[in-house]
């Protein structure tokens, strides 16, 4: 059983999909109450309850959208596969606590509907390099073992050599894409943290060796691979412990293996701040020097960030080598030019087009 | 609502005979009697005061205190009051005392009173939802909160509420975080005449650095950085906030003020005009900078570009943080 839960709510309609069959049967000493499309939302329950009901639905709007970047800062141009919200998994600065007004974990068993979009996508974008994840919502692999969801991908993705779809997760459900060979164009990246940090603020994700020890055996089943540092926490010692987890990394896993590492500090909406003091008192990383930045987000100030990046840069280019391919996720064009001396769409290929080009070189896509 | 049923008598009682000190339906303060005076010497007592009659023979006053000391004042006695007996519901008293005020409106110190005595005899939704908005206070189970915790408030500090000089939001922040140093506070915030925004403000940056450097709030209250300030005997009160308020935010911004020192040190060589600024992004963030230049003729200008640009040319721009 991947993950606790108490109850389990079912919309109507969606009972005889198979995968509300599937996780019907699997939890079949759960209770199940039924509920009317949209009749659920938050009333006086806590974010921790609400985690704990699984809520099976279909999701009736665009099941691919584009990652809700904002133009002050710099996108990758990923998509978004969007597969379900909340998580599992409860990471105390977690952006979703304060991002969706509907409770509960949901799942949207209507993967049909979000495979012929996917087709559709396809074809209304032929030939161009189209870069999918299922992690922005909810964790890509938290509910795998589950919805056995990584297997179904599959195998639409043999017919879309041109889209790459990367599986985000903090944990280390890995058994099902071990059990095929594995396909070109589906990477798999891991959240990373020092492990003080993940003990104490990522409640109930799979320990930093834990996932490090997943991408191994990721990487020699035939894998590519990608890492997140993504929050990155400013405190005091904060050197030491993300220098360390740079150095495991590379001594798990081969840097040849890597397709890219994101870095990103930790950021937040404003209303997030009374969400984490409430539900995690004892966590420290809240009072720091933050600012409102352009995207009306908290943020460390930006001598702090590129301070930070510079640091991180160095540590990955001197365990892994200076051929790793690295870029910052949602920031803005000055960062970039201090830690790079480059700024992506300036005289240099866009973010998008140098993270095309990446898995165009490591043969992963085929485009124009 | 109920009515309020009322049973009275008129009789003529003496100063002497009421007892002042027994405050119990009082909810009003800050009322001047230099109007009532003379009024009441020119056309007499309108309204008649109410008592109550007490076990020991003595009265308290349910309504009209002040037309009592007016009296007093004027040396009128004895006075024709309305007594209700002793056995008369306390509630309905109070109301009576409620109501008779209700025309003239409540200002904070009377609208904290007022709630914190209606709230012994009241159910919470009854308060909330009709003796609120008689209050002039909006109808949420907030705003009684906030009420009932400024009615805490020291009677040292009723005035500076009264007066505008304390807040009702910023004393129930003060008790809510701060209650063991909530008289402190309430002292640095009327001795530097600061207003609500800057009282809130204070309080909010005094948790966040309590919370971030581990120290609490005694400590930071009473370190030098804040008693220096308040020390210096030339320095208007302004000043002393301001400084109090800088080394908060240095606190708080470590980098950002550093990187404004930075920034000043980077422009200072540039050598511009009074007429040329250069602002840098809000708080350093994205890196735009802006230069402004007002000119009122083109020799103005080129005066102003014949410094700027040999700057830029030497790199002097290149430094900015």
């Not at chain 2, 009854?126 to 002039?136: K, S, V």
């Not at chain 2, 109808?139 to 509420?161: D, M």
């Not at chain 2, 208007?236 to 003020?257: D, E, H, M, S």
């Not at chain 2, 708080?283 to 700057?311: C, D, H, T």
Request: proline share 6%; glycine share 6%.
């Amino acid at each position: 059983m991947p993950f606790f839960f108490n109850k389990i709510i079912v919309e109507r309609g969606c009972q005889t999909a198979p995968l509300t069959q599937k996780i019907l049967q699997t939890y079949a000493h759960l209770p199940v109450e039924w509920a009317d499309q949209g009749s659920r939302s938050f009333f006086g329950e806590s974010i921790s309850d609400s985690k704990r009901t699984l809520y099976l639905t279909r999701f009736k709007g665009d099941l691919i959208k584009p990652c809700p970047g904002t133009k002050e800062y710099i996108c990758c141009g990923y998509r978004i596969l969007h597969i379900g919200t909340n998580c599992p998994i409860d990471c105390s600065y977690c952006i979703l606590q304060a991002y969706f007004n509907q409770p509960y974990t949901r799942l949207f068993v209507n993967t049909e509907d979000l495979f012929r979009q996917l087709n559709q996508f396809v074809v209304h974008h032929p030939g161009e390099i189209i870069r999918l994840g299922t992690g922005e919502f909810t964790d890509s692999l938290a509910f795998d073992p589950l919805t056995g969801f990584s297997h179904l991908l599959k195998e639409e993705l043999y017919a879309y050599p041109n889209v790459l779809v990367e599986l985000k997760t903090k944990t280390s459900a890995i058994q099902n894409l071990l059990q095929e060979e594995p396909l070109k164009n589906l990477m798999v990246s891991w959240s990373l943290n020092p492990s003080t940090i993940i003990r104490k603020e990522e409640y109930g994700a799979a320990s930093l060796s834990e996932r490090l020890e997943a991408a191994r055996i990721c990487q020699e089943k035939g894998y590519r691979l990608g890492f997140h540092f993504d929050p990155i926490f400013f405190s005091p010692g904060w050197e030491d412990a993300y220098q360390s987890t740079v150095e495991l990394l590379f001594s798990t896993v081969p840097a040849d293996k890597i397709v890219w590492i994101s870095l990103g500090c930790f950021r937040f909406i404003p209303t997030l701040k009374p969400i984490i003091q409430q539900r995690s008192p004892a966590s420290r990383y809240i009072y720091q020097e933050f600012i409102p930045a352009l995207d009306k987000k908290m943020r460390y100030v930006q001598p702090i960030r590129v301070a930070i990046y510079r640091k991180m840069l160095q540590w990955i280019q001197t365990y892994g080598g200076k051929g790793i391919t690295v870029y910052l996720c949602m920031e803005n064009p000055s960062v970039w030019e201090k830690v790079f001396h480059f700024i992506p769409g300036k005289g240099h290929p866009s973010l998008t087009e140098m993270l095309d080009q990446r898995v165009l070189d490591l043969g992963m896509v085929e485009g124009k | 609502m109920e009515k309020i049923p009322l049973e009275w008598t008129t009789k003529a009682v003496f100063f002497s005979q009421i007892d002042w000190a027994d405050t119990r339906f009082r909810i009003t303060y800050g009322r001047p009697m230099a109007a009532l005076i003379p009024s009441i010497r020119n056309v007499g007592l309108l309204n008649q005061a109410v008592l109550q009659e007490k076990e020991s023979g003595q009265f308290r006053i349910v309504a009209g205190a002040r037309r009592l000391r007016a009296l007093q004042e004027i040396g009128q006695e004895p006075i024709e009051c309305k007594i209700a007996p002793v056995e008369s519901r306390e509630k309905g008293l109070l109301l009576w005392n409620f109501f008779e005020n209700l025309d003239r409106g409540f200002n904070p110190v009377e609208q904290a009173l007022a709630v914190k005595k209606l709230s012994a005899f009241l159910e919470e939704k009854e308060l909330i939802q009709e003796y609120l908005p008689y209050l002039g206070l909006a109808p949420k189970k907030e705003t009684l909160e906030r009420f009932s915790i400024v009615a805490e408030i020291s009677p040292l500090y009723r005035q500076a509420l009264f007066e505008g000089r304390l807040f009702p939001e910023t004393i129930e922040l003060t008790l809510k975080e701060f209650r063991p140093v909530a008289n402190l506070i309430w002292a640095l915030f009327v001795f530097l005449h600061w207003g609500f925004q800057k009282q809130k403000e204070f309080l909010t940056e005094l948790k966040e650095i309590s919370k971030r450097i581990g120290r609490d709030w005694v400590s930071i209250l009473l370190s030098e950085f804040l008693t220096e300030p308040c020390q210096r005997p030339l320095w208007t009160p302004q000043q002393k906030g301001v400084a109090i308020r800088n080394f908060f935010r240095a606190c708080l911004y470590p980098t950002l003020t550093e990187t404004e020192k930075a920034f000043a040190q980077s422009i200072a060589p540039l050598n511009l005009d009074q007429r040329s600024k250069i602002s840098p992004p809000p708080f350093f963030e994205g890196g735009r900078y802006n230069l402004e230049i007002s000119f009122s003729s083109s020799q103005e200008l080129k005066e102003s570009l014949g410094r700027i640009v040999p700057a830029l040319e030497q790199g002097k721009f290149d430094r900015l943080p």
